[in-house]
């Protein structure tokens, strides 16, 4: 039997070049059950495989695909994928994220997203600026961190709206979300203790210096 992808010969179930899947039989009720619930459970492994590795260690993901490697993490594509699955999650609970509302049409938890992405890829990379890494290199770290953390406050902020808590303690959280963040776009690069604590004080600063000056000139965020 040949592979049906590369033309490679298939000596078991699974193909020595491209490691595609083969099982002759027919199609029938057990192996279409079979291949649904593999699929879903492979996705929830791979799932939490990469939310662990991207919250123990942040630069693997990053610098994994920096370096050009493909396919075996998540892409910055799939987490940015996943994080809006979350936000579209969170936006049947409620309307606002972590206590903070933005005036839209489209959903504001989206919006909030994109927005959060885009200036802290703008920061990271003015900050960062002497390790070299272009515009498109941080808009990936971003992808990553902001898809990751959003990802892991959707529940919280669900949780905190269940619960009729006041909007000052859901605001509160707004802080932390961005400030780990951060934390973990500095752990993306080789710099001292002291090093990164300055940049990811510098870094808070300028993005809610941004988000005032918004507030300032619009009235409203």
């Known amino acids: 039997m040949k592979c049906s992808v590369c033309s490679s010969e298939i000596n078991d179930k699974y193909c020595s070049k491209c490691g595609q899947y083969y099982n002759g039989g027919r199609i029938n009720f057990?192996?279409?059950?079979?291949?649904?619930?593999?699929s879903i459970f492979s996705l929830e492994k791979s799932f939490f495989r990469n939310i662990r590795i991207g919250l123990s260690q942040p630069k693997?993901?990053?610098?994994?695909?920096?370096?050009?490697?493909?396919?075996?993490?998540?892409?910055?594509?799939?987490?940015?994928?996943?994080a809006s699955l979350f936000i579209l999650l969170h936006y049947i609970f409620a309307k606002d994220f972590l206590g903070v509302s933005i005036t839209s049409k489209a959903s504001t938890q989206f919006i909030l997203l994109s927005f959060n992405i885009f200036i802290l890829t703008f920061l990271s990379f003015i900050t960062f600026f002497k390790y070299k890494r272009n515009l498109y290199e941080h808009l990936v770290l971003n992808i990553y961190n902001v898809s990751l953390w959003t990802i892991v406050f959707v529940p919280i902020s669900i949780t905190l709206n269940l619960l009729n808590t006041s909007n000052f303690i859901e605001q509160f959280f707004f802080i932390p979300y961005h400030l780990l963040i951060i934390i973990w776009n500095s752990r993306a690069f080789d710099m001292s203790k002291l090093k990164r604590i300055t940049y990811v004080i510098l870094n808070l600063i300028l993005f809610y210096g941004i988000i005032l000056l918004l507030i300032y000139k619009f009235g409203e965020f």
Do not use: E, Q
């Open 30 to 38: 057990i192996t279409f059950l079979g291949d649904l619930f593999g």
């Open 60 to 82: 693997t993901l990053v610098l994994n695909y920096w370096n050009g490697f493909r396919k075996f993490y998540y892409s910055p594509g799939k987490f940015f994928t996943m």
